[in-house]
């Protein structure tokens, strides 16, 4: 076990197997639990956090032997409310239809309204949620997200070295993701190429977020490339209710 925190004086950690690979902010989150994402991205952006005595990103990736600094840490308020606390209970028994589960990975049909990770005043999103179902399960994470509003397949990973080996085959696109939308309006091709940079940015609450580049300077901005395929047209939207 390591230090407990909150702690007056600075920390050194060494990368061990089960924290190779993983992003120095989600290593921090997990590392100071009673401590909010707010207030660990400030750590982050001011320089507090070192890894190797050197500052980094909060999408740095830690490798297995690196020294992490953690700086002394103080009691500081919570992002939520205490009032959140009743909530919380009740979604740790949602039960998600399971697509797919082995040693190594589960496959879930995530439904639409239910955010993948707690933040923004929620107290907890389905990979807090599957934690507390299973508490057994030394190791779980997202291995992608969708919005919240989303649904769909959602991956989480049961052990390291899934997470490590399912990131890199969607970083080299042998894992891709397809969307089905319902858009207003009329649809003008049936097949229509969209590229635009994307911009990838942490918030002040420490909220990850993407967004498409629009008029503002980004030094290295995502390129990012979508094809949408029409798949049906409807003359009524009255008739879609319908159905």
Not at 101 to 114: A, F, Q, T
Not at 146 to 173: M, N, P
Request: hydrophobic share 40%; aromatic share 6%; glycine share 6%.
């Amino acid at each position: 076990m390591g230090k407990e925190f909150p702690s007056r004086q600075a920390v050194k950690e060494i990368i061990k197997e089960d924290s190779d690979g993983q992003r120095v902010d989600n290593f921090l989150i997990k590392r100071l639990k009673a401590v909010p994402k707010s207030h660990i991205y400030r750590l982050l952006r001011s320089g507090q956090v070192r890894v190797n005595s050197k500052r980094v990103e909060p999408g740095h990736h830690l490798h297995l032997g690196d020294i992490v600094r953690i700086p002394p840490v103080t009691a500081v308020e919570p992002d939520s409310p205490p009032a959140k606390t009743r909530s919380a209970r009740i979604f740790r028994h949602v039960l998600f239809e399971v697509l797919f589960e082995d040693h190594c990975l589960i496959v879930i049909n995530k439904p639409s309204g239910m955010a993948v990770h707690g933040g923004s005043g929620i107290s907890l999103g389905i990979i807090e949620q599957l934690r507390a179902q299973h508490p057994e399960w030394k190791f779980l994470e997202l291995v992608h997200r969708l919005d919240r509003e989303t649904s769909g397949v959602l991956l989480l990973a049961k052990t390291r070295t899934a997470l490590v080996e399912l990131h890199r085959q969607i970083r080299e696109g042998v894992v891709g993701k397809q969307y089905l939308t319902l858009v207003k309006g009329e649809w003008q091709n049936a097949r229509q190429s969209v590229r635009l940079p994307l911009n990838k940015f942490v918030t002040l609450a420490g909220e990850r977020r993407v967004a498409v580049v629009t008029g503002t300077k980004v030094e290295k901005p995502m390129a990012a490339h979508t094809v949408f395929v029409l798949k049906r047209r409807f003359q009524d939207f009255s008739l879609l209710q319908a159905e």
